[in-house]
């Protein structure tokens, strides 16, 4: 993948845990960040766009953020139900092409 | 109510070619970008290509450069994603989705086995 993030992370309910999303550079046209949340065997569903924009019903808990070449998603108050893999995306306005990171697998221990 | 609605599982021979639907319903179809991305069994998103659906226009990974093809009907306001020359590898979940601040609504999910 043309982004990197961790291949999993975890953490217990009630703490904070955040996922990093590397590669994201201005010199490859990359100007925004999107995070996405999926379940296993659903369709992915936007949590946060623009870097740090909540997509609608998505809950404060969660929050984005970027700094240089990397981008972060931070939940916090786990809770069960945010068990799911998160997946990292931007735009080249160079070439007009996506990119995703490989993913990451959240376990609410 | 927005909805990305996609034809149904496929299995297809290496060699063949696939053609999924996406059918748009609850906006104006023509107003969004509409993109195609996948998902191998276990693996990550891969980004395939967009189309736009009041134009036509259409852009694609070089991964897929000459077997992807995009298209719309704007009558019916569905789009279509024709892959050919299918490999074991293109065994996946074939998504739509429209892009307006990020990918905000997406389909189902149409399987794709290629055996």
């Known amino acids: 993948s043309a982004l990197t993030q961790p291949a999993s992370v975890s953490g217990s309910p009630g703490q904070s845990i955040t996922i990093s999303c590397t590669g994201i550079?201005?010199?490859?046209?990359?100007?925004?960040v999107y995070w996405y949340q999926q379940h296993p065997g659903k369709a992915p569903k936007l949590i946060i766009y623009?870097?740090?924009n909540r997509a609608s019903g998505v809950s404060i808990r969660f929050a984005g953020s970027k700094s240089g070449n990397t981008a972060s998603l931070t939940i916090s108050g786990l809770q069960a139900e945010d068990e799911a893999d998160y997946f990292c995306n931007a735009y080249s306005t160079t070439n007009m092409h996506v990119v995703f990171g490989g993913g990451t697998k959240l376990t609410v221990l | 109510q927005v909805h990305l609605l996609q034809s149904g599982t496929e299995v297809k021979r290496p060699g063949a070619s696939v053609n999924i639907s996406c059918k748009a319903s609850?906006?104006?179809?023509?107003?969004?970008?509409i993109n195609w991305v996948r998902q191998a069994p276990g693996q990550g998103l891969e980004w395939m290509g967009i189309?736009?659906?009041?134009?036509?226009?259409?852009s694609h990974a070089q991964k897929f450069q000459g077997r992807v093809s995009m298209t719309r009907d704007v009558s019916t306001s569905t789009v279509y994603m024709e892959l050919s020359s299918l490999r074991f590898e293109d065994t996946a979940v074939y998504y739509c989705?429209?892009?307006?601040?990020?990918?905000?609504?997406w389909g189902q999910g149409t399987v794709v086995t290629v055996s």
């Open positions: 989705t429209r892009e307006t601040d990020g990918f905000d609504v």
């Open positions: 189309i736009g659906p009041g134009d036509g226009s259409t």
């Open positions: 609850g906006y104006t179809f023509t107003r969004y970008y």
């Open positions: 623009h870097v740090s």
């Open positions: 550079s201005d010199a490859d046209g990359y100007k925004s």
